[in-house]
């Protein structure tokens, strides 16, 4: 996706033959665009759990390199299996993080240990590459969902649609899970709105995600995150569409604090809800949601300050809370697959069930 013109993915190599990877400070958006460049497995590491990257594929393929990184020095099977721990551990729900660790561990321990750095750097390109091409399958599935209400409108207004966090470009290698289908609405031609939360904690939406989608010409507007109920009693969203950080084998789905509570307003609204995910997003060795997915629990300063701009367009951050109050801050919550319309993957859409995702993912069935 593009920032000011420019072309960019949110992680790549400056050449084939450069030991670094770029990223994007997702931490200082949307005041700042900073380039960070990374190169070794502790920055990786610092970098993925200070959310500087950040969103469940994303993280996964800045922790390749990171095991590649780590494997410059030592490439033993040992360095192997201890840089893959550490790695896993920066963030526990995300499961993308385990799945792309996991990948890369099987196949360079099929190679020669003097092989290993080279064949990492090129197996990590390819969950890159593959993630663009996931993601804009994506897009083009939850694209006929946004086509089909259009149509159903008669052509007439827009189609409103709601997102939680940000499941965009920057989340992802690019194109994004849940903002695919709409860049790819909008870019055809379709009039979309969206109403953009997560106001807090992190306020990945209104800094983000609205961040995201102003820069590529979307209309959207920033609410709070308990304005989402009360726009879809009142029949001004046409859809929910949100990312996801872990899906379990029978549709649960982990994401952004708040989404569950997203997912009953719209249930009860009867407002289609979809979550927008790639197949390495999915768990297939839980099944219950609630019970069996860990909730990253995050520093209770998230909840006590905000990050802003002030008066005189200084960036900086203030205290919401008394000095002495203190804060939780469950990073996630778990969405039940019965609240949800279905789940939409590059394979295509499916029920949020054991049964819809196995129609979808036979050879799963046989692997697990
Ligand atoms: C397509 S990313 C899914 C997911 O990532 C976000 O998590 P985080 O920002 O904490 O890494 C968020 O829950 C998105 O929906």
Known sequence: MKINGISYRSLWRPSDDDRSIRIFDQTRFPWNVEILELRDADAVAEAITTMQVRGAPLIGAVAAYGLVFALQDDASDEALDKAAAFLIATRPTAINLRWAIERMVAHLKAVPA?????????????????????NEAIGRHGLELIREIWERKGK?????????????????????????????????????????????????????????????????TVIADNAGGHYMQAGRVDMVIVGTDRVTAQGDVANKIGTYLK??????????????????????????GVKDIPIEERSADEVLFMTGLDSNGEAGRVRIAPLN????????????????TGLITERGRCDASEAGLQSLFPEQTKAH
């Not at 009039?191 to 209309?219: F, I, K, M, Y």
Request: hydrophobic share 45%; glycine share 6%; aromatic share 8%.
């Open 114 to 134: 003097d092989e290993r750095v080279a064949a990492g750097y090129a197996e990590a390109d390819a969950i890159c590459d593959e993630d663009v091409q996931t």
């Open 156 to 220: 007439q207004g827009q189609v409103n649609l709601l997102t939680h966090c940000n499941a965009g470009w920057i989340a992802t290698v690019d194109w994004g899970t849940a903002l695919a289908p709409i860049y790819m609405a909008h870019d055809e031609g379709i009039p979309v709105h969206v109403w953009v939360d997560e106001t807090r904690p992190r306020n990945q939406g209104s800094l983000l995600t609205a961040w995201e989608l102003g820069s590529h010409g979307v209309p959207h």
């Open 325 to 340: 109050s203190p804060a939780a801050n469950p990073a996630f919550d778990v969405t039940p697959a019965r609240l949800m």
């Open 263 to 288: 997912a009953l307003a719209a249930h009860d609204n009867n407002v289609p809800f979809w979550v927008a995910l790639p197949s390495s997003t999915i768990d297939w060795r839980v099944r219950d």
